[in-house]
């Protein structure tokens, strides 16, 4: 039997286009061969010049319409600017409208999102204790919701009366964990679906899994999911391919903290210390089809179950037409 086609995504960056461009974008590259989408919860873009940040679950729910693949959160926090009862909420309509398309990724977050309701912005291991929390909050009432009952939750940060969701699919959706951090990896493994992890070397990324599996281990739990969000540069020229990363995404190169960035505005400041060289090992800037080809294969071969690509240029059409003739057909699990 031939091998089995890996599973590709698109990444709709809602931090860079208006939500109707996103939408037209994504049913593009599902058409020329990418399965599935990926959108992250954002408030505020990183840096003035992505100009948006459109509202993820409007986006996600008319994309339900116009494509037919997976439709994942990468990644909502249920935590600062929402209550984890809203976000199960939000999640579950999504599933029932659209049945096994679904899967919830969550993460601790970041201040430029977070701080608006101006509440306290804690340390990063109170925010990851406050994401566990949250998404034991979120496993309850789906839970209790599937078993036509209501739950109650009283814990150090979340408090949940009796309640239930009235509108449930019958199978609720994978719960994943956004980590960098092998102690959060492993605790993932123990307590949810599976494991989300944002470009980064692949030593890091290799170390992350095996703390997922070691936790997945030792609760006795079956092998979870194990999703990549690949941020990449593609254009027809290497200076083009450049240009795009340091204007649009200069993240890629930041070799700092950014959690506790407040505004855009700020992050604008902080970009412009970027240099070329700092995206070297962080993220790849090319304008050979084939060395992306390559490295997207060593990240498969680490084990991942799908990978969402996100091309930082404004150039998605021309570059989602030549990953689907030159990357994507290549790829192998």
Same mark, same amino acid.
């Given at each position: ?20 461009? %996103?939408?037209? =974008?994504s ?8 399965? *599935?989408? #990926?959108?992250?919860?954002?408030f ?10 459109s ?7 008319? !994309? ?24 199960a909420?939000?999640?579950?309509? =999504?599933?029932?409208?659209?049945p ?10 970041? %201040? ?9 912005w ?5 925010r990851?204790?406050? #994401? ?8 309850? !009432? ?7 009952r ?9 408090? !949940?009366?009796?309640?239930?969701l009235?509108?449930m ?6 719960i =994943?964990?956004a980590t960098?951090?092998?102690?959060? %990896?492993?605790?993932a ?18 170390s ?11 609760? *006795?739990?079956?092998?979870?999911t ?15 391919? #450049?240009?795009?990363?340091i204007t ?5 190169? #930041? ?27 962080r ?5 050979d ?5 390559? =490295?997207?294969?060593?990240y ?8 969402? !690509? ?5 150039n ?9 003739r030159?990357v ?6």
């Amino acid at each position: 039997m031939p091998p089995t086609p890996p599973a590709i995504g698109y990444a709709a960056m809602l931090e860079q286009f208006h939500p109707t461009e %996103a939408l037209a =974008l994504s049913a593009y590259a599902e058409q020329r061969g990418f399965s *599935g989408i #990926m959108a992250a919860d954002r408030f505020q873009p990183w840096v003035p010049r992505q100009g948006e940040a459109s509202f993820v679950w409007n986006v996600l729910g008319a !994309l339900g319409q116009t494509t037919t693949g997976d439709l994942g959160t990468g990644m909502t926090v249920p935590t600062f600017r929402w209550h984890p009862a809203m976000v199960a909420q939000a999640s579950a309509t =999504l599933s029932a409208m659209y049945p096994g398309r679904h899967w919830l990724g969550v993460g601790s977050g970041e %201040a430029i999102d977070e701080h608006i309701t101006g509440t306290y912005w804690p340390e990063t291991a109170e925010r990851i204790n406050r #994401m566990f929390e949250a998404v034991e909050v979120i496993n309850k !009432l789906f839970s209790a919701s599937i078993a036509g009952r209501d739950v109650k939750h009283s814990g150090q940060y979340f408090t !949940l009366e009796s309640a239930r969701l009235w509108t449930m699919p019958e199978t609720a959706p994978e719960i =994943l964990v956004a980590t960098s951090g092998p102690v959060t %990896a492993k605790r993932a493994g123990r307590t949810v679906d599976g494991i989300i992890v944002d470009g980064a070397p692949i030593d890091k990324i290799a170390s992350l899994l095996s703390r997922f599996d070691d936790g997945v281990r030792e609760a *006795g739990r079956k092998a979870g999911t194990k999703v990549l969000r690949l941020h990449l540069s593609w254009a027809p020229t290497h200076e083009e391919a #450049m240009t795009n990363a340091i204007t649009e995404w200069p993240n890629g190169g #930041m070799r700092f903290p950014r959690s506790d960035i407040r505004s855009p505005f700020e992050f604008e400041q902080l970009a412009r210390l970027v240099r070329q060289e700092d995206f070297e090992g962080r993220m790849l800037v090319s304008e050979d089809p084939d060395a992306h080809r390559a =490295l997207i294969q060593r990240y498969l071969d680490l084990g991942f179950d799908r990978v969402y !690509l996100h091309n930082v240029g404004r150039n998605q059409r021309e570059w989602i037409d030549v990953f689907a003739r030159d990357v994507l057909p290549r790829l192998v699990r």
